[in-house]
């Protein structure tokens, strides 16, 4: 008898320690599934593993910095549409006037012949002076400038060089207010960040931002590739088209590290050819203003 008591004794308290573990048990699982428990705050710090191998979660969100728009803003505003305006023609000019196309009315006397870029340089008193192309304002009976807002004034030539492709033109107008810096083109290396902005096929496309890098820091052009005589420029795969002539090349900083003028599309091969366009140093722009 007193051995069945003992034997029920150590029963019970075997199942006593079976009931008190499952509850313990319980009790963990459940207060492991509550919000800010030790296993969540845990879980929070744990780390996923794949083939790859270990990477830790981590709890900061990733916030973009966002350069490119930075120096967009620092600089749309003084970066402007330059147009070659010529007379128009009339019958007594003969058919041979009315041959060209997708020419634009600018108004009963002047039509719009070809559109560029400019970069306003000085600002002060009413009057802005711009930096362009030669080539863009050439031959021109009247030189027009349309602002990022759509404001407009006629421009007069302070100088131009035919030889360095760069000429300053200057408007008497108060819209023309932002003003873009000039950076030391000597600093400008190979492979940096830098974006063309400017009027690719005119006005309608005005404050247009390409990106690319600085294909190379220095390069030499020939005169056979120039058509006039041998110049170093700066060279870069961001996207340059017609009407970007006299537009800026700026760095992630905001600044011109020189004036857009040309790119190559055909080798003599006639191979298409993709990114090679060609920016006049900054250094060059800042002699040449003096």
Partial sequence: MRRNIHILKNHFWVTVSMVVALLVGAAVVYGSTLPNSWYQTRLAKA????????????????????????????????????QN????ASLSDGADAFDSQNKKTDSSNYETASEGSGVVLRASNGTADIITNNHVIESSAKIQVVDANGDKATATIIKSDANQDLALIRVKSAAFKQVAALANSDKVVTGQNVMAIGSPLGAAYSSTMTKGIVSQAKRSLTASETNNHTVSVIQTD????????????????????????????????????EGMGFAIPSNQVAAFIK
């Fill in 47 to 82: 780390t996923n593993t794949n083939a790859a191998g270990t990477a830790t979660v981590s709890a900061v969100a990733y916030t973009s910095n966002d350069q490119e728009k930075t120096a967009f803003l620092k600089v749309k505003d003084a970066v402007v549409t330059v």
């Fill in 238 to 273: 961001a996207a340059i088209n017609q009407g970007n002539s006299g537009g800026a090349l700026i760095n992630e900083s905001g600044q011109v590290i020189g004036i857009a003028s040309s790119k190559i599309t055909a080798s003599t091969q006639n191979t298409n050819i």
């Fill in 85 to 88: 305006l010529q007379k128009s």
